[in-house]
């Protein structure tokens, strides 16, 4: 299982830095993904690192004010938000790729608790 953390209650132009950690598995094979979900809306992508640490990829909403990075040796994966806006608030979850398209959330698995992100204006 994966466990987010991170969030909390920030005012916008703030910064936060989430954290997924990995429990039973070696996150170096894995392909990881931060998608968030606001009430009332779907679950979408955020970001995601491919296996190797190599490539990294953002929704157009976040490029530029997110990033996302993997420190293997502690079997973790970041996102860094800076610049964040009121619309940037939800619940963020980190998960595994497993099969499919990498921007869709039915293409991850191992799905953790999130962590609740408030943006204030």
């Known amino acids: 299982q994966l466990q987010a953390s991170g969030g909390g209650l920030v005012q916008a132009g703030g910064s936060l830095r989430l954290s997924c950690a990995a429990s039973g598995r070696t996150f170096s094979r894995d392909t990881v993904g931060w998608f968030r979900q606001a009430p009332g809306k779907e679950r979408e992508f955020v970001a995601f690192?491919?296996?190797?640490?190599?490539?990294?990829y953002y929704a157009d909403s976040v490029k530029g004010r997110f990033t996302i990075s993997r420190d293997n040796a502690n079997n973790r994966v970041y996102l860094d938000m800076n610049s964040l806006k009121p619309e940037d608030t939800g619940v963020y979850y980190c998960?595994?790729?497993?099969?499919?398209?990498?921007?869709?959330?039915?293409?991850?698995?191992?799905w953790g608790q999130g962590t609740q992100v408030t943006v204030s204006s």
């Open positions: 690192t491919v296996r190797s640490g190599g490539n990294t």
């Open positions: 998960a595994v790729h497993v099969s499919g398209r990498w921007y869709d959330a039915a293409a991850y698995g191992y």
